[in-house]
């Protein structure tokens, strides 16, 4: 009979733990080195300008990484629950039941307390879990099955646990040392406490192995395991098995569950996942998959055609063609069109005065401005885009009037769509490498970006009378590569989801926003460009003063319920 352990790595000696036959151990596995960021933000630098996929220089982990470097892992989501105090995976701390060579079975826990830790009283959207890996040895894989429960606040790890969503991870080799970003749906009611379980279930091979990533930074809540085979019948905390250590782990998701409802108006394709996907233009957070887009290259330029809101047309870096069903998502191949000599395509745009469909193409020492033949399926060169090594995106307002941005230089150009000659703008304000796209629609120009200096890919508005850029907010907390984007639609305001009869005034405000609805105003919240939830307040009636004296100077995102139906409203704040 195999003898058991609960595995802490590097542990010298053995210490009972429920029974003789548990204690501590060290495995004898090696490890591969950890990546450092200081590798990372080298490898960065070497890599330069580039106008591809993320994804082929960075691994997602590594994306990750890069994200919570340059930005903090409170500022990848609208919400971020934790109770590690860092995101380190510190070797010889990992965790789990195990014999030296596979484990057993392994139910590890993490509590929130949504309203007394974290001040969510409205319920969370839960968009995904993150969890660190250890040690793994592993030939083919294995599954890890996620969990999120609702529970009655202060009960666990007694009481009962209502299963609210639930996503398996294909768990290998790579992932060892690393962070995994799981997507997994869940919403926990108002009152309710979140519970979150990572489950290991003993496949009897003897060959899979794994610990569950944990440091000593220290945590804001207990950590829990139930391991039958080393003694934890039932979810014991760590400091009762004599273990200082803490499972490190995030939930992310929307602390305004509905918010952003309605149709979306913007879409794109997420390189990260190959997918067409929809957003709503205030709140990029929370992609909608559409559909698996059938590119083998890089999808880089596309635009809806704006004579048929249904229909978009995309072209991806080795000239496959494309019409695509937003409705179903639906890629229908067309045939295709090669970029001009060693240039590949990297943005694409009708113009809504005349039907045309142009595209830029780029190798990011020069770059080029083309019509695209749709029914011939063939480009006609315009001409060179002078003074512009990388240009990456294509964007042209409903007067004509066409705008790319360079990767290279960082700035954004007025184009010419009779000749292709571009003329400085001014810079964007933040660092623009790798595939990327921009868009005019509902009012404003946008780009879909990837911010090199930030390690992530934003969502951005742009001034086209300077150049200059604000971030709206991140795809899925920065870690998804939209490329390009479009956006349909009239409204003026910051989102197709605006609620009848709802005003607010005046905006630019000072210090004051009154409220005023035609039914009762149930609550306010009031968001950064981050995301990050900066001021809210119940209401309860039909009119309101909302003080805004103490947010600083900028722009600022507004969600107002009402009937239990969200609005989405730009507030600019003196």
Avoid at 23 to 47: H, K, M, N, W, Y
Avoid at 434 to 447: A, E, M, T
Avoid at 509 to 530: E, G, M, Q, R
Wanted: glycine share 12%; net charge negative.
């Amino acid at each position: 009979m195999k003898k058991i352990t609960l595995l802490l790595a590097c542990f010298i000696g053995s210490v009972g733990l429920i029974n003789a036959q548990s204690s501590f151990t060290g495995d004898g596995l090696t490890q591969e080195p950890a990546v450092t960021i200081e590798s990372l933000l080298t490898r960065l630098q070497t890599i330069g300008n580039v106008s591809g996929n993320i994804n082929e220089y960075f691994t997602p982990a590594e994306q990750r990484m890069l994200n919570v470097h340059f930005n903090g892992v409170e500022n990848i989501a609208p919400v971020v629950i934790t109770q590690s105090n860092t995101q380190n995976i510190e070797a010889g701390a990992e965790i789990a039941c195990a014999s030296p060579t596979s484990f057993r079975n392994n139910n590890v826990f993490r509590a929130f307390d949504l309203a007394g830790d974290y001040g969510i009283m409205n319920g969370l959207d839960v968009t995904a879990v993150e969890f660190a890996i250890g040690t793994i040895s592993t030939p083919t894989g294995f599954p890890i099955t996620a969990n999120i429960y609702s529970a009655t606040p202060g009960a666990f790890p007694g009481g009962t646990l209502t299963l609210q969503g639930t996503a398996v991870y294909n768990a290998t080799n790579a992932d060892a040392a690393t962070m995994i970003t799981l997507p997994l749906t869940a919403n926990i009611p108002p009152g309710e406490a979140m519970v979150m379980e990572l489950v290991l279930v003993d496949d009897g091979t003897d060959t899979n192995f794994m610990r569950f990533g944990c440091n000593n930074d220290g945590q804001t809540g207990p950590s829990y395991i139930q391991a039958p085979d080393c003694g934890a019948a039932t979810p014991t905390d760590f400091a009762a098995l004599g273990l200082t250590q803490g499972l490190v782990w995030n939930v992310l998701g929307d602390d305004e569950p509905g918010g952003g409802g309605g149709p979306a108006m913007a879409f794109g394709i997420n390189n990260t996942a190959a997918s067409l996907v929809s957003w709503d233009p205030a709140d990029p957070s929370a992609l909608t998959t559409l559909g698996a887009s059938p590119a083998a290259g890089f999808e880089n330029a596309g635009a809806i055609d704006p004579n048929d809101e249904g229909t978009a047309y995309v072209l991806d870096n080795g000239g496959a063609f494309y019409s695509v069903d937003l409705a179903s998502g639906t890629y229908t191949s067309l045939g295709t069109i090669a970029g001009p000599g060693t240039e590949t395509w990297a943005g694409a745009e009708f113009d809504p005065s005349t039907g045309d469909l142009y595209a830029v193409s780029t190798n990011v020492t020069t770059s080029s401005l083309s019509l695209i033949d749709i029914a011939g399926v063939s480009s006609t060169l315009v001409g060179p885009l002078t003074g512009m090594a990388g240009a990456i995106s294509l964007i042209i307002d409903n007067n004509g009037d066409a705008y790319s941005h360079d990767i290279v230089d960082d700035n954004l150009y007025f184009i010419d769509l009779a000749t292709g000659a571009a003329t400085p703008v001014g810079p964007l304000g933040f660092n623009a490498n790798f595939g990327q796209g921009g868009c005019y629609g509902n009012g404003s120009y946008y780009l879909s970006a990837y911010n090199a200096d930030a390690g992530q890919s934003q969502w951005r508005e742009l001034d086209v009378t300077d150049g200059s850029s604000t971030l709206i907010g991140l795809f899925n907390g920065g870690s998804d590569q939209v490329a390009w984007s479009s956006v349909i639609g009239d409204t003026q305001g910051v989102s197709e989801n605006s609620l009848k009869g709802f005003s607010y005034y005046p905006n630019p405000a000072n210090d004051v926003i009154s409220l005023k609805a035609a039914n009762s105003i149930d609550s306010v919240a009031i968001y950064n460009l981050l995301g990050q939830q900066v001021l809210s307040a119940k209401v309860g009636a039909t009119t309101s003063d909302l003080n805004i004296a103490g947010l600083t100077t900028g722009t600022y995102i507004m969600k107002v319920t009402v009937n239990g139906q969200t609005g989405t409203y730009k507030v600019l704040k003196n």
